[in-house]
């Protein structure tokens, strides 16, 4: 038996997945935030005036009284140590996007030798991590390296649960010994401020003087796939890169439509229940379960948050996924594309904001012609995507996405806003001269007596567009599955900060502080904005030519790649959008452009060495084997004076030589350095993977040659379908 055949013997010998918890003993939704130290636990357990203080910090995103810190501390670590607690750990964010953590014990000796638990309110607040072990562009040398990790108090601290432990995991932003922010977490918080100074600005104008904290919110889908472990860990590609290298299509791929939707398998149910069920204790609201387009793919989406803590909590959501997909004997997928010929993976954020007094600031009610208000932030999102469309596609901007955009399942890399049948009317009528209608819902008959009628929405939905509007919210469809959501929020925030900014300058002017004024002034700069930016707005197919040729007319950027995208970040323009608004300085924006540069050379040059190494020692002698079994059984065809069938041996040792050409050509690309991280990314981009295409395609016509026995990659057909 064949190490592959043994390999799928040991998938199918798995049987039915066995219970990992005893659901009816407590219900999932019971246990939510039971391992959150939550505003309703603070309030029971510190005292009055301290809560009310630390409540005004989170509500009013103001600054926290620092003599509260010791109280604080206190109670989160008798509650942390009554629930198993050992060890507490400041969480946080660095730019390769992956959660960072640094666990220190509670554990404390005292004079006479015993040992006691100390946490104290300065260890709270500040940690002290090495700022020099990450990527930070520039702003940290190897010598250089204090760092400090601060106490975000607007993001609850948690318990961490393990088999043999449990840990207090502390929130935190991270930033250099000279102030720079070297995370994902601090340009969001500044963000959440640049967008909430902006939009009270416009709330005073329509009389709301509450000052109530406007506040970005995001809901962001995740898609993964999942695959057997044994099929994981005989895939170096999979484990070095997080995609397959090689790999024919699979007969059967998704055509049929049929895996969207379907009916959960028991095993990847048991999972998704025992996931839902981790992200619950930690005060995760996660709500939509179900089959994605291609097989072996799956979504899971929580309901709106607050943006900072939306961008935590998806990151827990990828590690849990991760941690329990292997509990179950599974390997959890988040690359954006780790199967090619199928749907790749995103990460829908969809966007929103809005305060305690007016709730969501971007749901246009029934009547949205009538609705000034949400006209106003509704253009103000308008003209931050088309004045800013190049930063939108920069900052979803990496190799594994690269692969993604553009293709069946993920907008193209063009920048276009879906507005809908009644917004997109009612801004036409404001282009006119005035709105004076909107397009109204109507109702469904479906035409079976037994069926109700159903309230039908005034327009469609588009899932082809990378920025949609969906009733009440955006959704930008163009995030990466494997990304922090960090970016294309900080992005927003700023872009729309600045359009907020603009409109309310030109709103102040126009009324001169007369409120009877107000209402034409909107119509004038509404109309202004639709003149200038309606180009963005595009209601049809976005993965057409015709709209690729379309968008060229309108001027829309179409930026394909990384290395094209991500100048963007250091041009003076953008640089002057992010310092004005005290998101980041030049000095981190260019930090942050170094960075992603290098993540992204870093990436490919994985890829090209382990596509070279598995050529080499996986492929060449599996087809070598071939060959030889072709030729020996040609020999004694010929010994018995029989014609033997030399066509398949002549394929296979045409493939054989041009698969070593390719390899030899890939090699000779990787390894040299270039004079900066750009130009580097330009060889990846435009020699490098076309290469390892190149071998690519070889490997896969020998894979469909080559004798099954011989074959030791697991195949598309058994990673997708087999469970």
């Known amino acids: 038996m064949s190490g592959r055949s043994k390999l799928l013997a040991a998938i199918n010998g798995n049987g039915a997945p066995r219970a990992t918890l005893d659901y009816k003993e407590k219900n999932s939704i019971d246990l939510f935030g039971e391992n959150v130290f939550s505003m309703a636990v603070m309030k029971k357990r510190l005292p009055k005036d ?14 926290m009284d620092a003599s509260i810190a010791d109280v604080v501390a206190n109670a989160m670590k008798d509650w942390a140590i009554q629930k198993g607690a050992s060890h507490y750990a400041h969480v946080f964010f660095p730019l390769t996007g992956a959660t960072a953590e640094k666990h220190d014990s509670f554990l404390a000796p005292d004079l006479a030798g015993n040992a006691i ?52 995991c502390i929130p935190t932003a991270f930033v250099s010994w000279t102030g720079e922010a070297l995370d994902k977490k601090t340009p969001i918080l500044r963000s959440m401020q640049a967008l909430n100074k902006q939009a009270q600005r416009i709330l005073r104008l329509f009389g709301d003087h509450s000052d109530k904290i406007v506040s970005a919110t995001c809901g962001p889908e995740q898609e993964y796939f999942l695959i057997d472990k044994h099929f994981h860990s005989a895939r170096p ?22 895996h969207y939707f379907g009916a959960i398998q028991d095993r990847v149910l048991a999972f998704m229940f025992e996931v839902e069920r981790e992200l619950y204790k930690l005060g995760i609201p996660v709500k939509t379960r179900h089959n994605e387009v291609a097989p072996g793919q799956y979504e899971v989406a929580p309901v709106f948050e607050t943006a900072n ?31 090619a010929g199928v749907n790749g993976s995103g990460k829908h954020c969809n966007y929103s904001f809005g305060n305690a007094s007016q709730g969501n600031l971007l749901d246009p009610g029934k009547t949205p012609h009538e609705n000034a208000q949400f006209l106003v932030f509704c253009a103000a999102i308008i003209r931050g995507v088309h004045k800013y469309a190049k930063v939108l596609r920069a900052v979803v901007a990496s190799a594994a996405n690269d692969h993604r955009l553009g293709a069946n399942e993920a907008p193209p890399a063009i920048l276009s806003i879906f507005l809908g049948d009644q917004l997109t009317d009612v801004f036409e009528q404001i282009k006119k001269g005035g709105a004076t209608s909107s397009k109204e819902p109507g109702t469904m008959k479906i035409g079976v007596d037994a069926l109700p009628d159903l309230p039908k929405d005034a327009g469609d939905r588009n899932r082809t567009s990378p920025f ?61 904005i639709i003149d200038k ?20 007319k309108r001027g829309l950027p ?21 310092s004005k608004y005290g998101v980041l300085s030049e000095k981190e924006m260019k930090s942050r452009y170094e960075t992603y540069l290098e993540q992204y050379n870093l990436k490919i040059e994985v890829e090209a060495k382990t596509a070279i190494e598995m050529a ?45 050409a390719g390899v030899e050509a890939l090699e000779a690309l990787i390894g040299h350095k270039k004079s900066d991280n750009l130009a580097e990314a330009k060889v990846y981009c435009k020699k490098v993977l076309p290469a390892m295409a190149t071998v690519r395609q070889v490997v896969d016509k020998l894979e469909g040659v080559v004798a099954d026995d011989l074959w030791s990659l697991p195949t598309y057909q058994e990673m997708l379908f087999i469970r």
């Open 468 to 528: 949609a509007f969906t009733g009440n919210r955006f959704e930008f469809r163009a995030v990466g599955s494997d990304q922090s959501i960090s970016g294309p929020i900080v992005a927003m925030n700023t872009i729309f900060a600045e359009s907020i900014d603009y409109i309310a300058t030109e709103l102040e002017k126009e009324t001169g502080g007369d409120p009877s004024k107000l209402n034409a002034a909107v119509q004038k700069v509404l109309k202004k």
């Open 50 to 63: 301290i809560y009310k203080s630390l409540a005004r910090t989170v509500e009013n995103f103001c600054l």
């Open 558 to 578: 179409n930026m394909k790649t990384t290395p094209e995208a991500l100048p963007v970040l250091i041009e003076d323009d953008v640089i002057a959008l992010f």
């Open 616 to 660: 080499r020692t996986i492929v060449y002698p599996a087809a070598v084997r071939y060959q030889t079994e072709l030729a020996e059984s040609c020999l004694k065809m010929k010994g018995l004076n029989m014609t033997g069938e030399t066509s398949v041996l002549k394929t296979v040792t045409g493939l054989i030589k041009e698969l070593k």
């Open 237 to 258: 590609d999979i484990q070095a890169t997080g995609r397959t290298l090689f790999g024919a299509p699979s007969p059967k791929g998704q055509q049929f439509d049929d």
């Open 533 to 552: 930016h309606g180009a963005i707005i595009f209601n049809g197919d976005n993965y057409t030519d015709a709209w690729q040729k379309e968008a060229a």
């Open 117 to 168: 638990a100390e946490f104290s309110g300065k260890t709270l607040i500040q940690g002290e991590p090495d700022a020099s072990s990450f990527p930070s562009g520039g702003l940290r040398q190897t010598f250089e390296a204090r760092g400090y990790t601060a106490w975000d108090v607007t993001s609850p601290a948690y318990i961490m649960e393990s088999p043999n432990g449990a840990t207090l």
């Open 309 to 339: 803590l939306a961008t935590d909590h998806q990151q827990l959501i990828m590690v849990m996924l991760k941690k329990i997909a292997k509990k179950h004997g599974m390997e959890c997928l988040l690359h954006e594309k780790p199967f």
